[in-house]
């Protein structure tokens, strides 16, 4: 786009230039009906980028990169970043883009990023340190988590700032959970609410989360539920439908657990708009709820829509990533297919468990 040119090239005429390729059929291709975004043919731009000297590709990807970051576009600013071979550079990238991404559960996409990135850079940055250890945690490892929690502790500044202290407290809490560190991971989860600032809510709806599965381990499911309330709210206000949906998914577990079953079933009806298997295609929080409301329609010997349920929400659950909820599904699924007389069905499930269990480490 024109903008884009003008500041790559520090030039100031590039919207004629791109009138004039365009006008010629100069290999040129509009990406908009506007004619204000555009490309070149993949082959002529390959061609192009030969003949520019390496140095030269540098210099242009960082003023690419400072012109995406402008505009908050975080993908492609991190992109040019990376690809201009200066570390520095990148690393400031990735920290900038890293709670939007992780927001919006791209894991797989700040994996990415991180692993571009020298290992010790990472781990010599308390906030990339801090978000490598969520990822690894969310994805099924969280014995590597718990070493990068403690690269960022070392790694933290004594003037850092409250919320950063916070996102570190968080991330504690989750590895001691892990550990079965009851009463550290609870002590973490409060020591970082009290330090993350009441706007920041992702991270509030994470600690709430892990707070309410930690009380929910010492056996007070009263208080868990509270706390799975309060991350569902924190987590809704900051646009995470991610993390506002495991509380949710959590809370309904709790309140079956409770003896309040009706509620339970209310709540899932109500995150999935009412419709409890709609056609076509439905919205990540129909299958992220199914994770709890296969359970509770085995529990009521509706094992047709358990199953279907159970199957929704197990491809969710991959397609997230999210390697304890994976687990989850598969073992639900299989006591499903077991209750409904299909047992190689119910056999091939569990023994997908194990071998993803194994590839994890989990065993």
Request: net charge negative.
């Amino acid at each position: 786009t024109a903008s884009l040119c003008d500041a790559v090239t520090e030039g100031s005429n590039s919207q004629v230039l791109l009138d004039q390729l365009e006008g010629a059929n100069l290999f040129l291709v509009p990406l908009d009906h506007r004619r204000e975004w555009y490309r070149y043919h993949r082959l002529f731009a390959d061609f192009l980028r030969t003949e520019l000297e390496p140095e030269r590709q540098a210099t242009l990807h960082l003023r690419a990169a400072c012109w995406f970051e402008r505009q908050a576009l975080w993908p492609e600013a991190v992109k040019h970043a990376l690809a201009s071979g200066d570390v520095a550079e990148g690393a400031r990238m990735v920290r900038l883009a890293a709670q939007e991404t992780f927001r919006q559960a791209a894991f797989l996409i700040l994996q990415g990023w991180l692993d571009a990135l020298p290992d010790e850079v990472v781990r010599g940055d308390a906030e990339l340190a801090t978000y490598q250890g969520f990822i690894l945690f969310m994805t099924g490892a969280p014995a590597e988590a718990g070493r990068y929690a403690e690269a960022a502790g070392r790694s933290l500044a004594p003037d850092a700032d409250r919320s950063s202290r916070g996102r570190l407290l968080s991330l504690q809490a989750h590895v001691a959970l892990a550990r079965d560190e009851l009463e550290a991971a609870i002590q973490c989860s409060r020591e970082a609410l009290d330090e993350l600032g009441r706007d920041e809510y992702l991270f509030r709806s994470l600690t709430a989360n892990i707070l309410g599965q930690t009380l929910e381990w010492q056996g007070d499911v009263s208080a868990a539920a509270d706390a799975y309330r309060q991350g569902a709210l924190t987590g809704r206000q900051a646009g995470d439908q991610l993390g506002s949906l495991a509380a949710q998914v959590n809370l309904a577990f709790a309140l079956n657990e409770l003896g309040h079953r009706r509620e339970a079933v209310a709540l899932c009806q109500q995150v999935a708009g009412g419709t409890a298997l709609p056609a076509g295609r439905v919205s990540p929080q129909v299958e992220g709820i199914c994770v709890a409301w296969s359970w509770l329609s085995y529990e009521g010997n509706e094992l047709d829509q358990a199953g279907e349920q159970a199957v929704r929400a197990l491809e969710f659950s991959k397609r997230v990533n999210f390697a304890d909820a994976v687990l989850r599904m598969q073992s639900i699924l299989a006591q499903v297919r077991l209750a409904a007389g299909d047992l190689e069905e119910a056999r091939q499930v569990i023994q997908e468990g194990l071998q993803y269990a194994d590839r994890l480490g989990m065993r």
